[in-house]
């Protein structure tokens, strides 16, 4: 352990029975993976990465509505800093609030936010990160046809497997003006997540929904937010939807929040958590996947061939940790 904190420098320090490392810049954290490479150490075997050293904050680009932020830095912090020029990240799950840039960016589930219609779209538009063989990269928000392969892929969404993220640009939008709630039952569970994707597929958004039962009928509670038009267009459009599919509207009360942790599931797992008679609460809803509470985790799927191919490639020593 001596000589290994000896070789990593002014950045790593003991910490119980293993050793911290806090990076200040790329360059320093490429120096600690191929150290870690050489001495086929990895990241949870005694060693782990503090990013906070990553923590500044780049100007707001009012015209592209973007902000350049460090991995390190709070994603609390940096929505309370878009906030003040009446922008924001958008509808985030509550987990993400929590989160720093870097873990929120590589997330599968939180880094991603719904654009109509009902789509995901990462909510990185440009990454810079470093590679399990120490080289520094950066992605290119220009088409994939002018720049070549976008290596984003290796860092959005991929939880940090194939590369750390130490910086992002991440994409902002305008704060919404109004928040409005709605109540409407339904006959069946299904009657009611049949009209929640119709309303996405129609153009409507949601910043949270919650399904439950209740006397025979299917209970929905959808929250949308936006200007004043934009409300009136959407409420319009679930109204619709909802009186296509059995639906009936009850009222503008707010239901109880569901206990549990959320965490992303297909709208078949929802079906089936209701099913079984559970409350469920939904958040970053597109017509792909949900983030959830109340719908049980899913069977653990192991990582696909096309991960593991990767991991090969660009982590052979497994520095950034090892497959299931």
């Keep these: 352990m001596k000589t290994?904190?000896?070789?990593?420098?002014?950045i790593a320090r003991p910490s119980g029975d293993g050793l911290v490392l806090r990076p200040r810049s790329e360059k320093e954290l490429a120096s600690a993976l191929m150290v870690l490479r050489d001495r086929q150490i990895a990241f949870g075997e005694g060693v782990t990465l503090d990013r906070s050293g990553f923590?500044?904050?780049?100007?707001?680009?009012?015209?592209?509505?973007?902000?350049?932020?460090?991995?390190?830095?709070?994603?609390?912090?940096?929505?309370?800093?878009?906030?003040?020029?009446?922008?924001?990240?958008?509808?985030?799950?509550?987990?993400?609030?929590?989160?720093?840039?870097?873990?929120?960016?590589?997330?599968?589930?939180?880094?991603?936010?719904?654009?109509?219609?009902?789509?995901?779209?990462?909510?990185?538009?440009?990454?810079?990160?470093?590679?399990?063989?120490?080289?520094?990269v950066t992605s290119s928000p220009g088409p994939r046809h002018a720049v070549g392969p976008d290596l984003a892929s290796l860092l959005i969404g991929g939880g940090g497997v194939l590369g750390l993220v130490t910086n992002a640009t991440m994409r902002l939008m305008p704060l919404p003006q109004d928040e409005q709630r709605r109540l409407y039952s339904f006959a069946s569970h299904a009657d009611a997540l049949e009209s929640l994707r119709e309303s996405l597929s129609a153009g409507a958004s949601f910043a949270r929904v919650v399904v439950r039962g209740r006397a025979g009928r299917t209970i929905v509670e959808v929250t949308v937010r936006g200007s004043a038009a934009q409300l009136e267009r959407e409420l319009a459009l679930i109204s619709r939807c909802a009186e296509a599919t059995s639906g009936r509207f009850e009222g503008q009360g707010r239901e109880a929040e569901v206990d549990g942790v959320a965490h992303e599931a297909t709208w078949s797992d929802v079906a089936s958590a209701l099913g079984q008679g559970a409350s469920v609460e939904l958040f970053r809803v597109s017509l792909s996947t949900v983030v959830a509470r109340g719908v049980g985790v899913r069977s653990f799927l192991p990582p696909s061939p096309l991960m593991r191919s990767l991991k090969d490639v660009f982590d052979r020593a497994r520095v950034l940790g090892r497959l299931p």
Excluded: Y
């Design 4 to 10: 290994l904190l000896e070789s990593l420098g002014s």
């Design 55 to 136: 923590d500044r904050l780049g100007r707001l680009d009012d015209r592209s509505m973007t902000i350049e932020a460090g991995a390190g830095v709070s994603v609390r912090e940096l929505e309370a800093r878009v906030n003040q020029q009446k922008l924001t990240l958008g509808a985030l799950p509550p987990a993400a609030w929590d989160a720093t840039v870097g873990s929120l960016v590589e997330d599968s589930a939180l880094g991603f936010r719904v654009i109509i219609p009902g789509r995901l779209e990462p909510l990185a538009v440009r990454v810079t990160g470093v590679l399990p063989d120490g080289a520094v």
